[in-house]
Nanobody, 119 residues
């Protein structure tokens, strides 16, 4: 199982980035996918989640209207479009895959990609 994030980097306040997470080794279309982030000295927090078929999404309050999660099940990839970035969005962003089958929770994480918002 692999989740490989990409697209992070340094961006100025007000700028945009698009993160990607390429999945392999499991049935991607059966998993809800999420983006989490962790800033230095803070706990990891949920950014956004999308259901397995992409029909439903949710966002943390501070990201609503700025971030958009999407997925392409044909490409086994989930995306996070981040607009109007703020310095407080600086964090390592992690991709997560989650499903439950026969009472067993399957929970996978990527290695993270750094996003730095600074002038």
């Amino acid at each position: 199982v692999q989740l490989v994030e990409s697209g992070g980097g340094l961006v100025q306040p007000g700028g945009s980035l698009r993160l990607s997470c390429a999945a392999s080794g499991f049935t991607f279309s059966s998993y809800a996918m999420s983006w989490y982030r962790q800033a230095p000295g803070k706990e990891r927090e949920l950014v956004s989640r999308i259901t397995s078929a992409g029909g439903s999404t949710n966002y943390a309050d501070s990201m609503k209207g700025r971030f958009t999660i999407s997925r392409d099940n044909a490409k086994n990839t989930v995306y996070l479009q981040m607009n109007s970035l703020k310095p407080e969005d600086t964090a390592v962003y992690y991709c997560n895959a989650l499903t439950r089958r026969v009472g067993i929770l399957y929970d996978y994480w990527g290695q993270g990609t750094q996003v730095t918002v600074s002038s």
